[in-house]
C-alpha cells in the first residue's frame, strides 16, 4: 500500500473535516479501530472501505493512494488553515529498516518540536494509543531549548523502584531511535511493547540473532525480560534527567 494513503488520511481528517476518528468511522460506516489501523498504516484497506474514504472525502482513489495531498493543497493555497484543534499536534512518517511506523509529534506556534511527556497517569494506555494522534493530544508538551532541534523526545516519569538509583517519581528525557539494531548493550532505553506497556531498561540487543530484547533492571531484585522484536512497538534511548531529590554527596 503508498504510504501516502495513511497521510491522506490523517491530513483529510483533520483539515477537511476537523473530525475524531469517532465521527469520520460513523459516517463512513467502518468501525473506529479499523479506521485507527489504517491511519497508522497497519492493515491495507478492503476496496469498499478504499472506495467509501475517496467519496466521503471527496477525492479520487488515485489521489488518495498516489498522493501527497497536503503538499497539493499547501500549493493552491499558501495561507490554508492550521490543524483544527489547538494547533500544536503533527504528524510525522519515520521510515523504519523493516517498515513504516507512524510517529506523533508535537510542534509549537513556530514550528518547533516539542517534548511530549508521559505521565504516571497516562502510560498505561500510551502502548495503545502512541500512534494515535487524539491520544496524543490530551497529553502536556513543553520545550526544551538546549536539546538539538533535529530529533524527537518525549519525558516519562518513572514508577516504582526497578531503575535505583532513580526513583519513582523521577523524569527521564527519551530520545526516538529509528533504527533499533543500533542500540549498544546497556543502553537505557524506555521500550513501548505490545504486552507489557512501557518498560524503562537497560537494552542488551539481540535482535541480529535472535530477533529479540534483552531488558534488565539496575536493582537486581527484578529478573530481566526478554520481549521478541514482533512485540517492540517503539524505543526511546534516555538521554537525561530530572529529580526532585538531589543524590547524597
Known sequence: MSIFFKQNLVYLRQHQKGATQDQVAADVGIKKSTLWTYEAGRSEPKYRDLVRLADYYGVSVDDLLLRDLSR??????????A?????????????????????????????????VHIPLKASAGYAKGYGDPEFINRLETFNLPFLPQDRTYRSYEIE?????????????????????RSLKDGTLCLVTTAN???????????????????LVSTNERYKPRIVPAEEVREVWRAIGYYSTQFPQV
Open 83 to 115: 490543524p483544527i484543534g489547538s494547533g500544536k499536534k503533527t504528524f510525522q512518517t519515520i521510515t523504519a529498516p523493516d517498515s513504516f511506523r507512524v510517529l506523533v509529534t508535537a510542534v509549537d506556534s513556530n514550528d518547533q518540536e516539542q517534548v
Open 196 to 214: 507489557d506497556g512501557l518498560l524503562f531498561k537497560k537494552i542488551f540487543n539481540y535482535l541480529r540473532d535472535q530477533e529479540c530484547l534483552l
Open 72 to 81: 497539493a493543497d499547501e500549493a493552491a493555497s499558501p495561507s490554508a488553515a
Open 160 to 180: 516504582g523502584d526497578s531503575m535505583l538509583p532513580l526513583k519513582e517519581g523521577t523524569i527521564v528525557f527519551v530520545e526516538f531511535v529509528e533504527d533499533w
